[in-house]
């Protein structure tokens, strides 16, 4: 095997990982098992980052992005998450919008429909590895989805991560590279995001004594 | 840069001059700086207007000012006549202003309302000049915002009543009561206007889209290619959007109640000038930029105009409130304007240019007229209800001896708009029957069954009009004051009554020297490729209206001059035959003096013809008997209410608004505070967007 | 003739046709009213009872309320002036005479404004019999317009013009044109509307003395002297042009179509023949018809709005 198709096969299994644990995601209930899953992802992310680094011809500055993205999705983030989490340990979902054998049916409907819409974008990727687009796709639309119809602020926060973990992917497959400043902002952006969203859950803990978010129904002046 | 050009910069420096004073004045100064500011640019519009109607042309356009499309400006014949309408209101209300807004600082005379006058006048000038879709929308949209905001005026602030010898909280109640029917005037209008502005839009968009450019060059040269369907889709939507700002019946709720409860300056502006600005839309669109259309397009306007005649002045005739009367009489002039405007339309159609130019002749004649009528009697009525403190014809009376100089102005203002014989009114009427009565030769089925219909419109609608004004004057001005505020007024300040002699005269010189007109009206005529022939060479000072193609000839000065003549030789020959006058109480029958409650009041004069249309107007009544205590055979207090609502509203808008409400009701489960909900939303929408992007 | 010499005669003309019409009025009066008291069994009073009256309220002197104003005064000199300004205008005597300024539409709307003068006197008045009388004269007037613009333009689809001359012209030159259905239509629904515009039964009674009743009487309650004079005087006129307009417009035979002496003789002559016969149709009329009560008086007027739109029609339709 030449080092292109080695190459190649790293990244498809890292992508089939990502899809792995975002279907993850879905099916677990307990809120104390998606931590490690988002770390599982933030791996898998940071190796497709890593690989396409070491081919890239502008090489230092792709190293950096990967190592941020390393940094941010495998350390920072799984600790944050954890704060929230610790607020109300031992949560479950219990009662999610839609059943687990539905979501995980959903899930696969998103991701048909996610290598549906990729086509153009795979036709006009100058990217070799560009073919695995859709699954950056349908994290996405799984992220969303999980952020749709789970009851536990922490499960909307975990959806959000998941939708950003999509983006990620389907800008590190299907372009040249992403550029250290743009990866900065977003990097900042999200973590304000999880930030904020944490103070929101504390909060939320706080008046309602649990982290539900049907308690936040009726709207009040 | 020609003399156009010139009065334009002009007019538009002085307008924004105008609005810097107002802003920049204290409160004593502010309507005295800012009044004649804006009359003064509205002289500048109507030289700029003159010298178009008389043949000289300008254009202007920068790519600047509006984003991606630029300003075009350019001026014709048509837009001429139209700018000079606007310039000579303006000039009118300008001068008015400074008498009738006060020094108090609030509501009328406040910095806001003073800023956006100006304003309001220079969109009103910007819209005729309008050469390109998006200038013309923009213009549009600017002059209804102006004056939505100039309606509001008034909602925290009417100006004081005359003293009354118990006034104490009853001001407060009726103040807030007051402040009410402002906001509900402002929220009517804003909604329909916004609602034309919606259609026109649409409209518009389409027709520059298909033509393939938003310039109105571009538009008329691309519209020649235009299917039909299209074509009449755009012209209803342009109706909507034009017919409903021209006020006409069914789109016309809001005029009685914005014009109602406007200040009077504004409700001049408003009635004598926005209004045309429909008129013009249509004219615009129909001839030029759709270059004429099918028969069924004036025929709608034929039915619009007809069915706004006649329900505005049966609803003026039965009304007590003046400037509600008024502003149902602005409805029936639109009626009447496009009803000329329709059977210019189908004469075109038909194949004979020469009557559609008569027509249409007719039809602008009447916007001149009915801007010189109307601005006259909006002033008058503003200076009566700034005197008295009440718009309720009802409880005015005895104006005639406190108010002398404002009867003589509201006088002359209601003859022209009875079209009576010396008044205005009556000439722009007789040119409309005389196009109306001479359908041509071989005029096809439907003209000979519509003309004499039209006819009998114009005439039910100018007897009733006569009734009506005979009302108001009656009424209003004559006898003796039936309430304390009538009895305590005093008259105007002399700004207000220039004004009102401004727009007398105006009236006079149309009543008296129409002729002067036609070479105007030939012009816009051949601009949109219809004849208006007068048979003869024409000589540019001759008064008189003579076609002798149709042979028909009106000598309105001779008519004036006859009657004066003839009135003054009788009354002068009377005066010196027999005793000398003298004053004595009338009959009494005996019973004792006769009161101001003796008087007929404005409902009672219309009571015969309000049963007459009883089945049209059907009034509401109520009657509430009060019995003493001890025996219900025995009456204490007897109490009648009649109110005459405004049917096409109950019937046509009303349920509208109904199933409006129930929709909104319903559609408040969409927004329950549930996260999951905004968020399902949000997912289904890029869902959609997906596969949608899949399928394509 | 040169044109200033045609200028004068025809002024001379105007003058002296208003002049006749004056003079003849109040005898018309008087013709009504003596055929009716004859055929009532009564004597009556002699033709010239009219003129003796005016000629005694010249006499007198005008007593104005005291809420009145101008309005008040102004009012009768106004209406006799519309009047007489018809009286002189219209081709009554002579065609030749007025060509292009006595336009139908005119003659209606001058007629109009001297209804209007009596009315805003009769609220200027301030009592409640002159707003009565006003209230209800306006109501009939606005519902006569249309019956009589209407007729106007049957009259004028046959000819091609509302100018009062070239209608009677062409009916005295050619004959035929008058006996056609559309003709007799419009002839009448200007008959109905010449009933409402001069105040006779069925629409008014002129001779009632119950005020209740009254239309055009009680506006002109308060009148007294030399105005009571002027207003009796201007609405005989008005009755008279109204009879003499339907008499050419309808039987125009006699009215002279050249400024010749003769014919105007003969014309003026013919005229006097014709408004006499009128009266005493109306006359006869109005001895075997009662006065309608107010609120039927619209459908009477609906009646000969329907009857001018079916000449307009027949005008068009049958040629």
Redesign the interface.
């Known amino acids: 095997m030449t080092r292109s198709d080695w190459l190649e096969q790293a990244i498809n299994l890292a992508c089939g990982l990502l899809l792995l644990t975002a279907v993850g995601a879905l099916w677990r209930r307990e809120v104390s098992a998606l931590i490690p899953i988002l770390s599982v992802q933030g791996i898998a992310l940071t190796a497709i980052a890593a690989l396409l680094a070491s081919e890239h011809p502008a090489g230092a500055e792709a190293v950096v992005v990967a190592v941020l993205v390393g940094a941010l999705k495998v350390v920072v983030i799984p600790l944050l998450l954890r704060r929230v989490h610790r607020l109300v340990p031992g949560a479950r979902e219990t009662r999610p919008l839609v059943n687990v054998a539905s979501s995980l049916l959903a899930a696969a409907g998103l991701s048909l429909l996610a290598y549906a819409a990729a086509g153009p974008l795979i036709d006009a990727s100058p990217s070799p590895t560009a073919r695995a687009t859709p699954v950056g796709l349908a994290l996405v639309l799984i992220g969303f989805f999980v952020a749709a119809t789970r009851q536990r602020a922490v499960s909307q926060i975990v959806g959000l991560l998941l939708v950003d973990n999509g983006i990620a992917a389907t800008a590190f497959l299907a372009t040249d590279g992403v550029p250290l400043i743009v990866e900065l902002g977003v990097s900042a952006d999200l973590v304000l995001a999880v930030l904020v969203l944490q103070v929101l859950t504390a909060r939320m803990v706080r008046t309602f004594g649990d982290g539900d978010l049907d308690d936040l129904r009726e709207l009040h002046d | 840069m020609n003399v156009i050009g010139a009065a334009l910069a002009a007019a538009a420096g002085l307008a924004l001059a105008g609005a810097a004073a107002s802003v920049l004045f204290g409160r004593s100064a502010r309507a005295r700086v800012a009044g004649p500011l804006t009359a003064l640019s509205g002289v500048a519009a109507v030289v700029a207007g003159a010298a178009a109607v008389a043949g000289a042309s300008w254009s202007f356009a920068t790519p600047d000012l509006l984003p991606l499309t630029g300003v075009e400006l350019t001026i014709d014949a048509l837009s001429g006549w139209f700018l000079l309408l606007v310039g000579a209101v303006t000039c009118v209300a300008g001068t008015y202003t400074v008498g009738y807004v006060g020094r108090s600082g609030e509501g009328a005379s406040s910095r806001g309302a003073l800023f956006l006058l100006p304003l309001f006048a220079a969109s009103m000038m910007l819209v005729p000049l309008a050469a390109s879709v998006p200038t013309l929308l923009a213009g549009w949209e600017l002059m209804a915002v102006t004056s939505l905001l100039l309606v509001l005026t008034e909602h925290r602030h009417r100006p004081p009543q005359a003293p009354l010898a118990n006034a104490t909280q009853s001001d407060e109640r009726t103040a807030a009561r007051a402040g009410g029917a402002v906001r509900d005037a402002a929220v009517w209008y804003a909604a329909m206007t916004q609602l034309g502005f919606v259609a026109l839009l649409a409209g518009l968009l389409w027709l520059a889209a298909v033509a393939g450019g938003t310039s109105f060059a571009a538009i008329r040269a691309g519209a020649a290619g235009m299917d039909a369907t299209t074509a009449g889709v755009v012209f209803l939507l342009g109706i909507v959007g034009f017919a409903g700002k021209a006020g006409a019946v069914p789109l016309h709720p809001w005029l009685p109640r914005a014009h109602a409860e406007s200040p009077s300056h504004v409700s001049t502006l408003m009635s004598a000038a926005m209004v045309k600005l429909g008129i013009y839309g249509l004219l615009r669109l129909g001839f030029d930029l759709l270059g004429g259309g099918a028969t069924w397009w004036w025929l709608v306007l034929v039915v619009i105009g007809s069915g706004s005649a006649l329900y505005g002045i049966t609803q003026a005739a039965v009304a007590q409130d003046l400037k509600r009367m008024l502003a149902f009489s602005t409805s029936e002039n639109v009626g009447l304007i496009l009803l000329g405007v329709g059977f210019a339309g189908l004469y075109a159609r038909s194949g004979n240019p020469a009557a559609a130019g008569l027509a249409l002749a007719a039809a602008l004649l009447h916007t001149a007229n009915h801007a010189a009528f109307k601005a006259l009697l909006f002033a008058g009525a503003g200076s009566v209800v700034r005197a008295t403190g009440t718009r309720d014809l009802d409880r005015l009376g005895?104006l005639?001896?406190t108010m002398p100089a404002t009867t003589i102005m509201f006088g002359a203002g209601a003859l022209a708009a009875?079209?009576?014989?010396?008044g205005n009114g009556?000439v722009s009427e007789?040119l409309l029957?005389?196009a109306?009565?001479?359908p041509g030769p071989d005029a096809g089925t439907l003209l000979?069954?519509a003309a004499?219909l039209a006819?009998?419109v114009?005439?039910?609608t100018?007897?009733?009009g006569?009734?009506t004004y005979?009302?108001a004057?009656?009424?209003g001005f004559?006898?003796?004051a039936r309430t304390d505020p009538a009895a305590l007024a005093r008259e105007s300040p002399p700004s207000m009554i220039v004004a009102m002699g401004l727009a007398g005269l105006a009236c006079v010189g149309l009543s008296v020297g129409p002729g002067l007109t036609v070479p105007a009206l030939s012009r816009i005529a051949a601009d949109l490729e219809l004849i208006l022939d007068t048979g003869q060479p024409m000589v540019p000072s001759d008064l008189a209206l003579r076609f002798d193609a149709?042979?028909?000839?009106?000598?309105p000065l001779?008519?004036v001059l006859?009657?004066v003549a003839?009135?003054?030789?009788?009354?002068v020959t009377?005066r010196g035959?027999?005793?000398?006058?003298?004053?004595?109480?009338?009959?009494?029958c005996g019973d004792g003096p006769?009161t101001?409650r003796?008087?007929?009041t404005a409902t009672?004069?219309?009571?015969?013809?309000q049963?007459?249309f009883d089945d049209v107007l059907a009034p509401e009544r109520d009657v509430d008997v009060t019995h003493v205590d001890e025996s219900r055979y025995h009456v204490s207090a007897v109490s009648f209410q009649q109110r005459i609502p405004d049917r096409i509203e109950n019937r046509l808008y009303q349920p509208l608004l109904g199933i409006m409400r129930r929709l909104g009701e319903q559609a408040r489960g969409l927004g329950?505070?549930?996260?999951?909900r905004y968020?399902?939303y949000?997912?289904g929408a890029?869902?959609a967007v997906?596969?949608l992007?899949?399928l394509r | 003739m040169t044109a200033d010499v045609r200028g004068l005669v025809i002024v001379a003309l105007a003058l002296g046709q208003a002049v006749l019409l004056a003079v003849l009025a109040p005898y018309v009066l008087g013709l009504t009213r003596a055929v009716r008291a004859r055929l009532e069994g009564r004597a009556g009073g002699r033709l010239g009872q009219p003129w003796r009256d005016l000629r005694k309220l010249l006499r007198k002197g005008p007593t104005s309320p005291a809420d009145a104003s101008l309005v008040f005064v102004a009012a009768p000199p106004v209406l006799m002036a519309t009047s007489i300004v018809v009286a002189g205008a219209a081709p009554f005597v002579a065609t030749a005479s007025v060509a292009g300024r006595a336009d139908l539409i005119v003659v209606v709307g001058l007629l109009l404004l001297g209804t209007v003068a009596l009315a805003l006197a009769g609220l200027d008045t301030g009592t409640a019999f002159g707003g009565m009388g006003a209230s209800r004269e306006m109501t009939i007037a606005a519902l006569v317009e249309p019956t009589l613009l209407l007729s106007v333009f049957a009259l004028s689809v046959r000819v091609g013009s509302t100018d009062l001359a070239t209608i009677v012209s062409a009916g005295a030159t050619d004959p035929a044109s008058v006996f056609t259905p559309a003709s007799a239509l419009a002839a009448a629904a200007l008959a109905i509307a010449t009933l409402a515009e001069g105040g006779r039964i069925p629409v008014d009674n002129p001779s009632t003395h119950l005020e209740l009743t009254m239309v055009h009487e009680a506006m002109v309650l308060e009148y007294s002297g030399r105005d009571l004079a002027l207003v009796e005087w201007a609405s005989s006129l008005r009755l008279t042009i109204l009879l003499g307009l339907l008499a050419n417009l309808f039987v125009p035979w006699g009215v002279a179509t050249a400024l010749t002496p003769i014919g105007v003789l003969i014309g003026a002559a013919v005229f006097v023949v014709k408004v006499g016969l009128l009266a005493v149709a109306l006359a006869v009329g109005e001895v075997f018809t009662a006065k309608l009560r107010l609120f039927r008086v619209p459908e009477l007027l609906a009646g000969s709005f329907a009857l001018a739109l079916l000449a307009v029609l027949a005008a068009a339709v049958l040629g």
Not at chain 2, 604 to 609: Q, R, V
Not at chain 2, 672 to 676: A, K
């Open positions: 005895g005639v001896r009875a079209a009576l014989p010396p009556f007789w029957l005389q109306l009565l001479h000979t069954i004499p006819v009998a114009v005439a039910t100018a007897g009733i006569v009734a005979v009302k004057v009656g009424t004559l006898a003796r149709v042979r028909a000839t009106l000598w001779w008519t006859g009657i003839v009135t003054v030789a009788v009354a009377a035959l027999g005793p000398a006058r003298r004053r004595a109480a009338a009959w009494d006769l101001a003796m008087e007929y009672s004069f219309a009571e015969p013809l049963r007459v329950n505070g549930s996260v999951h968020l399902g949000m997912l890029l869902l997906l596969v992007g899949v």
